[in-house]
């Protein structure tokens, strides 16, 4: 079946470090890829999403590129900050699963914590 | 901007004992969706909701558990006799569309002691 594999955490980076916290899948069909955020005493909130192979999913600095070829979909930011402390999850949706009703699968989450 | 609202944020309950977690899905919302994470473990899809039955349902939600709209505005996971294995942290979500991505609660904690 359908599965998510990210880093294990936790990282532990200094403020204006490079992130890259990897997300490779396994699915039967064409998946939509996500990222989720969890901050710390609330919810998961999407971060960014891309459809299809070549898109690149982009918000707050934070990038992720669909890669078909590689299955991946790794997560980058340029210079963190220490708010980006948090845990990211890799998710993944598969739509050609004709039975679906979209729901997600999760990678186990990489926790981040930016050091001043 | 809209949100999920989840109900308690923390629960403790007695083994054996029969929960409610409440959720407030976003208004507008058609599909809504039970998750739950185990500590240190994955988030993992329990149900999925839409017109006003089960659409989708994972193994691990047997005869235990149920989900009402009972309503028009919550959404219910019910957990008839809990056990110490059901401790974790449960996310309500909802979605407009099938595949654009969910907006998550913050979720309930339940601890069955």
């Known amino acids: 079946g359908d599965s998510v594999t990210q880093m294990e955490g936790p990282v532990t980076l200094s403020e204006e470090a490079f992130l890259t916290i990897n997300c490779t899948y396994t699915?039967?069909?064409?998946?939509?890829l996500f990222w989720y955020v969890q901050y710390p005493g609330e919810g998961l909130q999407l971060l960014l999403k891309?459809?299809?192979?070549?898109d690149k999913g982009s918000n707050k600095g934070f990038e992720a590129t669909y890669r078909k070829e590689t299955t991946s979909f790794h997560l980058e930011k340029g210079s963190v900050q220490v708010s980006d402390s948090a845990v990211y999850f890799c998710?993944?949706?598969?739509?050609?699963?004709?039975?679906?009703?979209?729901?997600?699968?999760f990678g186990k989450g990489t926790k981040l914590s930016v050091k001043p | 901007e809209p949100e999920v609202t989840q109900t308690p944020s923390h629960q403790v309950t007695q083994m054996g004992q029969e929960v409610i977690l409440r959720c407030v899905p976003i208004?507008?919302?058609?599909?809504f969706y039970w998750y739950r994470q185990i500590l240190g473990q994955k988030v993992e899809f329990l149900v999925s909701?839409?017109?006003?039955?089960?659409?989708?349902k994972s193994e691990i939600f047997d005869d235990q558990f149920s989900v009402e709209r009972p309503d028009g505005s919550n959404f219910t996971l019910k957990i008839r006799s809990t056990k110490l294995e059901d401790s974790a942290m449960y996310f309500c979500?909802?979605?407009?569309?099938?595949?654009?991505?969910?907006?998550f609660g913050s979720g309930t904690r339940l601890t069955v002691v």
């Open positions: 979500a909802s979605s407009e569309i099938r595949f654009g991505g969910y907006t």
């Open positions: 699915a039967t069909g064409y998946p939509s």
């Open positions: 891309a459809t299809k192979a070549d």
């Open positions: 998710a993944l949706s598969d739509e050609s699963d004709g039975g679906s009703q979209g729901n997600l699968i």
């Open positions: 208004s507008n919302h058609l599909y």
């Open positions: 909701f839409y017109n006003n039955e089960i659409s989708e």
